[in-house]
């Protein structure tokens, strides 16, 4: 695979001229963004490609993928349903509400139904704290959710 630079500087070495990438880390996240958007997930052989087009070491871009709780390292449902645990949210009936989802769905949070329709998942706080509790339906943020509320939500997407 191709070394991939957005910004190239040619430097003298030894006599020769070579190619030095200097900034090839600061497209990681739109890559793996790509590759989520496109897969639904980040496996890791696509890891590894990245770093090999990247010129940086595996566990850079591994570390990447697991830090932020948006990548997903193995395939989840057509809809991804994650609910604001963040104190604002927990104290507005968060946890109700990701217990209706629970009870509604037939799963426990950090699990996909059989049918691959629905992931459940906790999340830290969405930046809807003024509206809280929060979910996140796919790329649809909801505020004021409350547990009676959850069967209409659910029925949105089906």
């Known amino acids: 695979m191709t070394k991939m630079c957005s910004m ?6 030894d006599g ?3 190619l030095v990438c200097d900034d090839s880390r600061s497209q990681l996240m739109e890559i793996l963004q790509d ?3 496109e897969k639904g997930f980040i496996s890791d052989d696509d890891m ?6 990247l010129g940086i070491h595996p ?6 993928v697991t830090f932020y709780s948006f990548f997903n390292t193995h395939p989840k449902g057509q809809n991804i349903i994650r609910v604001s645990m963040c104190i604002s949210c927990v104290m507005a009936g968060a946890e109700e509400v990701l217990k209706a989802f629970e009870k509604a769905l037939g799963i426990k949070a950090g699990e996909t139904t059989a049918d691959k329709k629905f992931s459940l998942e906790k999340t ?3 930046g809807m704290c003024d509206q809280s509790p929060a979910v996140l339906i ?3 943020l909801i505020g004021h959710v409350r547990p009676e509320s959850v069967q209409s939500l659910l029925n949105d997407l089906k």
Request: aromatic share 4%; glycine share 0%; with cysteine.
């Open 35 to 37: 590759i989520q958007r």
């Open 138 to 140: 796919n790329d649809r």
């Open 48 to 53: 590894q490609n990245v770093a090999d087009r």
């Open 59 to 64: 566990v850079e871009v591994y570390s990447v």
């Open 8 to 13: 190239q500087k040619k430097v003298m070495k």
């Open 16 to 18: 020769q001229e070579v």
């Open 124 to 126: 830290s706080c969405i």
